[in-house]
């Protein structure tokens, strides 16, 4: 079975950092796009990020370039997302998700077949 596992959450004061992981079980992600996402209370889940499968196609949010960068380590079986000058309004669960041979177009809206269980964020003083 299919199985994605986020970690790396946490409480960090605004402009602190923090790196998610998004690790694999049951199967490589060589061949799969991964996207992340995030979800705040009372609010529709939101597209932060993606990246294709070779690691050369990276989308963004809006709201996070210039902060958030993500990556990927094949030989890890792992994709992380960088994130630094964290803000309050960072605050959300964030979930990772995948999908084969996709290339991260109109990520924010695709129908990802495989999800993590999230891991919390929180920016706070």
């Known amino acids: 079975q299919l199985q994605l596992v986020e970690s790396g959450g946490g409480l960090v004061q605004p402009g602190g950092s923090l790196r998610l992981s998004c690790g694999a079980s049951g199967f490589t992600l060589d061949f799969y796009a991964i996207g992340w996402f995030r979800q705040a209370p009372g609010k529709k889940r939101e597209g932060v990020s993606c990246?294709?499968?070779?690691?050369?196609?990276?989308n963004y949010a809006d709201s996070v370039k210039g902060r958030f960068t993500i990556s990927r380590d094949n030989a890890k079986n792992t994709v992380y997302l960088q994130m630094n000058s964290l803000k309050p309004e960072d605050t959300a669960v964030y979930y990772c998700?995948?999908?084969?041979?996709?290339?991260?177009?109109?990520?924010?809206?695709?129908?990802?077949?495989?999800w993590g269980q999230g891991t919390q964020v929180t920016v706070s003083s």
């Open positions: 998700a995948a999908d084969w041979g996709y290339y991260c177009l109109d990520y924010e809206i695709y129908d990802f077949p495989y």
């Open positions: 990246i294709g499968s070779s690691g050369s196609k990276t």
